[in-house]
């Protein structure tokens, strides 16, 4: 099961938060089909925010197709994002893992890294398109 933490140094707002990370977690096949995503109350307790906070973002992952939530029961996932087989996931994962020790070795700190891979990512995006 997923488990959300909130970060306010994103600058987004906690439901963005918590939509992002469903995504992202749908797209790497942490969550699959037909698992249940935490209650309302699970998270409320959890990240000590507003129920309606969670229930806009759920929401929105309903709109999106995403989830479907069941009166009484949950919220429960209906698709998936995942493009990558979990395998490769999981090796990509490690990879980047020891990635992540070399750019810490070499003192890059995340906030580095971060805008590393994002211009990297970003410009790599470009060339594509050229």
């Given at each position: ?119 990297t990512l970003r410009d790599d995006t470009h060339e594509d398109i050229a």
């Amino acid at each position: 099961m997923i488990e959300f933490h909130l970060d306010p140094q994103t600058g987004l707002s906690p439901y963005r938060q918590l939509v992002r990370q469903v995504r992202q977690a749908l797209r790497l096949g942490l969550l699959r089909e037909g698992e249940q995503l935490p209650t309302v109350k699970e998270v409320v307790a959890q990240l000590a925010i507003n129920p309606n906070t969670v229930l806009k973002a759920y929401r929105e992952l309903e709109h999106e197709g995403l989830v479907a939530a069941r009166a009484g029961v949950g919220t429960f996932v209906t698709a998936s994002l995942a493009v990558a087989s979990p395998e490769a996931t999981e090796r990509l994962r490690g990879q980047l893992r020891r990635w992540l020790a070399e750019a810490h070795r070499e003192g890059l700190d995340d906030e580095g890294i971060e805008a590393l891979f994002a211009t990297t990512l970003r410009d790599d995006t470009h060339e594509d398109i050229a």
